[in-house]
């Protein structure tokens, strides 16, 4: 009942309306998964859920994705989510915390975050607190996402129906300083709540990695606290 293909080349010639590509391949071979993809004009979009592809091979997909106008979500990524629409994979959790959470319709905030889990966390905060989501991306706790919360935070800008923006960001690298430089440079204007977990990490001796690979601050400003400074 469902066709079998033994190259995404292959699938695409015979579904060119599919623009999405969810890559379940593991470590060893999204890569090659990936790359094979971005050449393919119909697809407009990749979401990777490997874990621990390597740096090198991270950066160059998002370098090649950006070169030509494409997205990437991850690698370890567990999604996305279009509430009233679209999902990626278990975005949001079993149907139950789908209504729960209100993702069965369109709200007016647009989240971003690295951690799936979190993710629904806070789909279900915010449907509590206000009207639900319009649109969530888990971008990945890998250390070089292939789009990072700006990316997509300055997608929810021009999104009319994103009415304020939550970022839930984590000790480790600086892409939450990059937003901070956005809004401070005026191209966020929408109402942004954010807060960075992790801080618990300075009551430690040495380096300490959290959950995500990219949860580890080598640097004063990849601290939590240093971040929420911003």
């Known amino acids: 009942m469902i066709p079998i293909y033994k190259s995404t080349t292959e699938a695409a010639k015979d579904f060119p309306e599919a623009d999405v590509l969810l890559n379940f391949a593991s470590f060893r071979t999204a890569y090659d998964v990936t790359m094979e993809a971005l050449e393919i004009p119909t697809i407009r979009t990749i979401a990777i859920t490997a874990e621990g592809i390597p740096e090198r091979f991270a950066r160059t997909m998002r370098i090649k994705a950006k070169q030509i106008g494409k997205w990437i979500i991850g690698p370890a990524t567990v999604g996305g989510i279009a509430p009233g629409a679209f999902r990626i994979a278990n975005t949001g959790g079993t149907i139950e915390n789908i209504v729960n959470s209100k993702l069965h319709r369109p709200g007016s905030v647009g989240l971003v ?61 600086t892409l939450e300083l990059r937003v901070a430089e956005a809004i401070k440079e005026g191209r966020i204007t929408k109402p942004v709540i954010a807060w960075c977990i992790g801080t618990i990490s300075k009551f430690f001796g040495g380096e300490v990695q959290f959950g995500h690979a990219g949860a580890k601050a080598g640097a004063e400003a990849e601290t939590a606290d240093a971040k929420m400074l911003h």
Request: proline share 3%; no cysteine.
């Open 113 to 173: 975050t690295r951690s799936g889990g979190l993710f629904n966390e806070l789909s279900n905060v915010i449907a509590r607190n206000a009207n639900g989501i319009a649109e969530g991306i888990a971008i990945g706790g890998d250390r070089y996402p292939g789009t990072d919360f700006l990316d997509h935070m300055l997608r929810y800008e021009k999104n009319p129906q994103v009415k304020f923006m939550v970022l839930l960001g984590e000790v480790g690298g």
